[in-house]
């Protein structure tokens, strides 16, 4: 994608910055750090920020799952839609979890049970819809495993390429 040609969007040698926010979809395991980076790039005149897409990691994915929609509906963004991705790593055994975000994956804040469900599709369909059909190129911003990441490249080459970029954080030491 980023051989494109169209780097209008950013600038830098001769480029100009478009006014135009750039789609985004945020792939993570909400635990403290992921419930910031959404709450910061929903506050970004830069980014929209189009679902966020979830995976476990911090927890189980149905708590991930849970708390990116808590965080969302605790700014007020029920319009963002959330989708769940895979729940368990690819070639290894699930790690426990717990030990840094607390149980829920986001222990600490009291925040009130999901006001809704994800959406139904899986997340690297809705990232693939994203790519697909943005006006605009999309950003997939990975700060979770990298197993939804993995899977809709697998399963969807062509959108993956239609992206303009993926951003990744992430690393561990000592799993």
Known sequence: AAARG???ADAGAGGSVSSD???IVIDCDPGHDDAIAIMLALGSPEVELRAV???SGNAPLQRTTANAIRVLDHVGRSDVPVAAGADR???RDPY???EVHGESGLDGPDL???GRAP???HAVDVIAEIAMSSDRPATLIAIGPLTNVAIFVARHPEAAAALERVVVMGG????
Do not use: Y
């Open 6 to 8: 169209d780097r209008g």
């Open 21 to 23: 926010p750039i789609p």
């Open 53 to 55: 897409t979830t995976v």
């Open 89 to 91: 790593p690819l070639v």
């Open 96 to 98: 426990p979890q717990g």
């Open 112 to 114: 009130p049970p999901p």
């Open 119 to 121: 959406l139904e599709a």
């Open 172 to 175: 561990s030491i000592g799993l």
